[in-house]
T-cell receptor, first 112, second 116 residues
Framework: AQSVAQPEDQVNVAEGNPLTVKCTYSVSGNPYLFWYVQYPNRGLQFLLK??????LVKGSYGFEAEFNKSQTSFHLKKPSALVSDSALYFC??????????FGAGTRLFVKA | GAGVSQSPSNKVTEKGKDVELRCDPI?????LYWYRQRLGQGLEFLIY????????KSGLPSDRFSAERTGESVSTLTIQRTQQEDSAVYLC??????????????FGPGTRLTVL
């Protein structure tokens, strides 16, 4: 069965510092990986995805993620955090079919 | 263009009553998904529809939950004999998918269900 783990409930970072939000997955077959963000009082929005090709994927708002097959990870990164990045981040995986499994979410706090 | 819409935005009901939640996907989107998000928790997959294929109902938590979709249009999620543990935000999403594609989902604002 496919699963996604986001080991940190919360990540705190100072504005201007790099941020990383961790995600590991377990699937049989090729993984198709996504990051979504949920801002306060707003719906979930797509950030980026990895399907195939280059392991470093760039997405919206300056975010990027690195696919690491050997470590079964897909960590979300940003070189310089903004206060406005504070939100709830979800990692998700598809492996065959259209069923998508989401992680439990990681709350990011960026302090000014 | 119009995004995914859901109605009602809030629903308060009494334990034991039936409720119907509605989702209008983005026009032309072939796939439609329902998720449940309990307070402070992640998204729990419930069901998806893709084109004319049989829906994947593997995430429905009990036989009190059912969903229908009319063609590639509106979907309704029905919860019968609601229980307090059904209280959550129910999210609908849609995407355009072909036989082999991996497109992002567009989410609606959700329906907040409270069962008293």
């Amino acid at each position: 069965a496919q699963s996604v783990a986001q080991p940190e409930d919360q990540v705190n970072v100072a504005e201007g510092n790099p941020l990383t939000v961790k995600c590991t997955y377990s699937v049989s077959g090729n993984p198709y990986l996504f990051w979504y963000v949920q801002y306060p009082n707003r719906g979930l929005q797509f950030l980026l995805k990895y399907i195939t090709g280059d392991n470093l994927v760039k997405g919206s708002y300056g975010f990027e993620a690195e696919f690491n097959k050997s470590q079964t990870s897909f960590h979300l990164k940003k070189p310089s955090a903004l206060v406005s990045d504070s939100a709830l981040y979800f990692c998700a995986v598809r492996a065959g079919g259209f069923k998508t499994i989401f992680g439990a979410g990681t709350r990011l706090f960026v302090k000014a | 263009g119009a995004g995914v819409s859901q109605s009602p935005s809030n629903k308060v009901t009494e334990k034991g009553k039936d409720v119907e939640l509605r989702c209008d996907p983005i026009s032309g989107h072939t796939a439609l998904y329902w998720y449940r998000q309990r307070l402070g928790q992640g998204l729990e997959f419930l069901i998806y529809f893709q084109g004319n294929s049989a829906p994947d109902k593997s995430g429905l938590p009990s036989d009190r939950f059912s969903a229908e979709r009319t063609g590639e249009s509106v979907s309704t999620l029905t919860i019968q004999r609601t229980q307090q543990e059904d209280s959550a935000v129910y999210l609908c999403a849609s995407s355009f998918e072909l036989a082999v594609s991996y497109n992002e989902q567009f989410f609606g604002p959700g329906t907040r269900l409270t069962v008293l």
